[in-house]
Structure formats: structure tokens, C-alpha cells
DNA sequence: AATGAATGAGAATTCATTCAT
DNA sequence: TATGAATGAATTCTCATTCAT
């Protein structure tokens, strides 16, 4: 008879302890969510959970940055973005970046926290970001014929502005306070919002440097 | 020795409290930082945090905000504002602002630990905001005839929904990712964004509920 | 009334954790003795530990030993050795040696376990001896006849032998295996055994580095 | 595949296992050294640890002892001694002993930090060395006609003595502070203190109990 | 026979909070 | 009013040991 308690599935582990975490950050917040908690949360030995994020919570929530966010990123073919869609596209890249936000919103949370006491997440962060944009957009760049039109570094900041503006929004309306009252309105909201801000953007000569 | 002297070191020591706590904070994040460091760093003693804090942590957090919405808000006459300065009374909203969020660092990103840490904390904050606008516009409609002619509901919700979109891209821009190279560039396209977004937000018929 | 649990008494209650901490040592050996059974056992909390040794068991022996190197030395005039009285002067600094062991039987166990797990201390250990005897016989010098006849290095270098001769064979006879079946054959073994190590030290070319 | 091999392998293990287990132990200490260090660090599954050694660090301890000892000492045919070659045969046994104790010194600190945490493992070690001289001197005493002038108990006393004596100092020189500068210089006077001790001990009445 | 994931007691450490002075 | 020693529950983390595979 196969006891539970002495199973091996790592992958399931890991996935139980990522959601047992982000779930309780959501109920209880980040810095009252304890590895402890977690442990008895999930139902597994608080060795277990230090197995496998020997640094504790900082660990869970690096581990889970490095591991999910190429996964966001993948599901999007920016290169199919051309004059006739752009505000479709954009539509449906706000659209993807808030049911993102929505499935980890406990994630979330935890990471916005984690950062401020992890300067080196913080910074992993933010490069991550830009290198997604400068990898991804330099290959768009070789089969768009209207991206080819924007030089590649104006290209990859007017992304990571428009990434991050929508970042902040979305964040604040899940976590803090809505922006509307219902999803829709907003996500709505926020592809006006991002069309209106590349067209500020793309007038000014110098933009966002991070 | 007069009484005014007494009740001056009261507040000096509030504000040793509160600038030692949001250093702090910046150092090493919120859940990182106790009340006991505070003390130590403050060079005060833990009893005298606990006298004008007896709640610790949360009541620093809570009473700064309460007082800091109060003082930006004292400073800034909504009554003034009229069709024709409008763009020039929400530019200085959102330079004020940012000036509040830039001089006190510490602050947006301790209230934004905080607040999720603590749910409690986190509805108290949602109902002050609202509070605060209900009860500002209230006395602001009685004599602005400009804001006389919008119902008083959707002027606080527009207010609230302003103030959030500018505490949510500020609180970006200085804790994770520079929006724009320079911090002119960032208000300057802040005011734009409010003006448009107001519009925006003017031309539906629902708007944001919290 | 005053409230046993809430007495302010540092000195004392230092003292007390050394005292439960070495009396532990003894009974269960270093590494199975934790902070939480000192805690227990002196009827402390063990934030009371924690406060006056931030760093635990090592904090305890280290700042013991910075403490009680210098009170043994201090006892000891070794300026009124001579000619004369050496061997009685021997005698009588094996002896001390030996009875300071005795009453600190905990401390030295502890000690030469925290040794090992900590280069540090054991440097500075290393450190304190030869300063210690190199200050001693400098200011011995000064006065003594006898000890004038003999370089000042080479003089260091015979009692910091002496001293750790003597310390190793008293630690060996007390912690792991008596040498001899009473300590007072024990000690006059010693002595006996230091007179001959001093000749035949003193009769080589070199001598003991560290 | 031949049996040979098999238990060729289960040497090597334990071989590698005790060379790890000692190397981990002057790296960082015996208390700081775990089973699951030494496994990892010797590429080896704790499991197997445990096969070999079913009480972890107590038992490799133990074993290792055991079995050092008796090989250290078939190497010394003690039968051999007699009154032309005892400086000689002191000063080989002397050798041997700092040579052992040389090439394995994570042994001595293991040992000795090992039975300051636990009085069994203590007192087995005290009960195993008067055991082995037991042993040994009873088979001596056949052969060998110088032995058999000194009384059984005397001589099994005076081993015992000696033995403790070698290793006390050796033990301090290696592992707290050298007692001379060179090894070479150590291990003369070594011997020369055995057959100065040897004396002082026979002329006694009265000789080391245990 | 070998493995190593899993366990959970317990050790180390922190920190909000109390209270005698 | 101010202090800071003292508290101890809660948290983080380690490690000897077990056991299904």
C-alpha cells in the first residue's frame, strides 16, 4: 500500500506548496503568511517545504518568478501585430496580462512585497523584463515589416513602458482598490489607456530608461 | 518648562518615529522591520514607540496615513479649481503628489506592505480614501459652482479613481520601474494621462465602485 | 510588590546563564545543550538569553572567555618569581591553574568545543595568550632580576609552552581520562613535569612558534 | 561479479565516509556536521550512511575508533620492548601516534568533540582503551620477559598513563596552539617527556586509576 | 543493496508587547 | 512621562532518522 505521507511527486509538491503560499498570502497577506503555515496548509512536513526552497519564502517566490515568467510571455506572437490590428492586438495583450494577473493574483502580492526586501529579485526583475522585450523583439523585428519601421531600441522601451504601465494598474486595481467597477470596464479602460500612452510616448524624443 | 515645549518634543519624537520607520522600511522592507529597530535606530526607547503607538507597526502606518491624506489635502483648495484651470489645478495635483511620494519614499511602499499584510488595515485604508473625498467634495460643491453641476456621487468617484490611477503609476515609477528617465517627463505625462482618463472615465455611465 | 519575572538584574542574571550554560555543558556535553535548555533550566526566557547574547551559545562562551582570561592573570604577580623560588612559584601556578580548571570544569569543556566549530575564536584565542604574556613579562621584566637574564621572545615563548602544556594535560585529566587517580599527584606531577619541559626547552636553539 | 568485489565496495564506502565525515568535521566542527553534509559532500545517499552506520555520527565515531585503534597497535608488536631498546620503542610509539594522529586530524577532533556530547560514547571510549591495554599487555606479558618483571595491573596503569598523555598533547599541538615550532622538534621532546613521565610514574606507589 | 524524498521534533532566533522602575 | 529589561509565542531553519521505491 502506497503511503501518502512518503510519496514522491516533486513536481505536485512544488505545485501544492506554490498554491498553498500564494492562496494564504491572498487571505492573510505576505509577512503574516509563515513557511509554518504553509506546511500545515498543504499538509506536508515544514522539511519539506525547506527541501525544496532551502531560503524559505524569498525562495518560493524567486523560484516561481524564474520558472513562470517566460510562460506569460511565450503565449504571445507579437510579431502578428501590424497597422490594421495594433489596437485589437494590444486589446487582447491587456485582455491576457489581467486574466494573468487574476489567476496569480496571491503571486503577485507576494512578489510586490519580496521585492522591496530583495534587492537582487528586484533587479532580476527588471532585467528579465527587458531582456524578454529586447530577445522577443528583436526576432519580430526580422518578419514585421511595420515594427521594422521603429528603430529597435525605441521599440524595446515603448514595450517595457506600456508592459509596466499596465503592470501597475492592474495591480493596483486587484490588490488595493478597483479602478472600475467591473473587470471589463476596465481592462477596456486600460487598452484605451495604452493606446493613448504610446502615442504620447512615441512623440517624445526621449523615453523611459529604467 | 511650558507645556509647549512638552507637547513640541511629543511631536518631534512622532516624527523621528515615522522618519526612522520608513528609512527603515527602505532598507529592509516592511515585514523585516520591528518595532524594536525602530526604537534602536531612533535612539528612543521601545516604551516610547508603544506611548504614541500603541498598536506598533500598524498604528505608525495607519496614523501617518490618516495625517498625511489630511496635510496634502489641506494644501491643495479643490474649491479653486474651475473649466478654466482645470488642466493646470490637476497638473499641480499630480506634481504635489509626487512630490508627497518622492519626499516620503518610505512611505508608499511601507503603506503598500502594510496594507497587505493586514486586510483590516487594507479596508480601513479603501474607506478613508473614500471618506476623506465624500467628505472634502461635500464642503468643496457647497461653494465651487463648476463641481455643482456633477452629482456628487460620481465627483467623489472620479476623485477616488484619480487619486488611485496617480498613486498606482507613481508608486510604480519610484518602487519598481522607472515609467519615464526623468521624473519631469513622468509627472508631466501623469497630468496628461489624469486629463485623459477623466474624460474617459466622464463619458461612461458607470464608474468605479471599491 | 515586586515582580520576580520582571527584576532588573544584568549582572546577575548574566551570571546565572553562564553559570545553568557550563553546569549543562557538563551534564550533556556542548552540543547537545541549547539555548532553550539554558533558558529553561536558569527559569529565564529565552529572550533574556538572546538580548545579552545576540548570537547564542558561541556569544556565551566567547564573551566568558574575553571576561575570565584576564581575572586568572591577574591573581598571579609573576614578578616575584626568582632564583630561589621557582619551583615553589611553579608549583603554585600549576596549582592555581589547576583549581581555576576545576571551578570552571563546564567552561573549558564548552570552550574547547566552541573552538572548533568557530576559527575565530579559536584565533583569537591564540591572540589573547601571547599578548597576554608578552604584556605580563614586559612589565615583569621591568622589575624582576632574574627574568632580565633572559631575552624578552624567548621568555614569551617558555610561558605561553608552559601554559598550554600545562592546560592540555589538565583538561586531558579532567574532561576525558584522570592521568592520575588524585588530583593533588596529579598536580605535583605537573609541576614536576613543567620543571623538566622548561629545562629542556630552554636548553634548544629554538623554540616554540605559534 | 565476484563477492570480493562486492565487499571491495562496501570498504571503499565506509572509507570514503570516514574520510568525509572527518573533512566536514575540521572544516566546520563536529556539531555543525550532519549526516546529510557528510552524504551529500561524499556523493553518497544518507541511506547508505545509515546501512553502514544504523546511529549516524555516534556510531562512525565509534566504529572509526575501534577500528584505528587496533590497527594502530597490531602495528606495534609491544612484545618487542626490552630494556636495551625502551627509548627507542618509546620514541617509534610516539611517532606512530603523532604520525596517526597527522594523517587522520579530523579524527581527534571528532573524537574529542564527540565525547563531550555524549558521557556513553565517554565512558565506552575510557572502558575500550584499558580494555585493549587489557588485552594486549596480558598477551605481552608471555612473551616477553622484561614485561612480566612489572606486575600486570602496574603495567596495564602505566600504558594506559602514557597513552593519555601522547594524545593530550598531541591533541593541543595539532589542534590549539604547537607546542614547538616544528613536528620534528614536538616529537623528540615528546618521547623524552614519556621516559621522564615513565620514571616519575614507576617510582610511585601509587599510579593512575580511571 | 541502494536511494533520497519525506518527516517532524527541536534548535535557533525574532519581535510585538508588557510592566516595574 | 519615559524607559528598557523581560517576556514567550511565533517564526525560521536544521537534522537525525525512516521508509517506499
Known sequence: MSNKKFSRNKEEKINIIYDTFFKLILQRGYSKTSTNH??????LS????????PKGKEDIIRKYFEESMETFFDSHNLSKMNDENVRDFLYHFVLDL?????ENEGYNLAF???????????NAYKAKVINFFKDTLHRVRK????MKKIPENQLIEVFVFMYNLVNALIYHHLALMKLFDTDDKFVEYLSNLVVFSLNYYLKRDNVASM
Not at 504553509?38 to 499538509?43: F, G, I, L, Q, R
Open 38 to 43: 504553509v506546511a500545515e496548509s498543504a499538509d
Open 143 to 146: 518578419v514585421n515589416e511595420n
Open 46 to 53: 515544514i522539511g519539506t517545504i525547506y527541501k525544496y526552497f
Open 98 to 102: 489581467f486574466k494573468n494577473h487574476k
Open 112 to 122: 510586490r512585497s519580496a521585492i522591496q526586501s530583495d534587492k537582487e529579485l528586484h
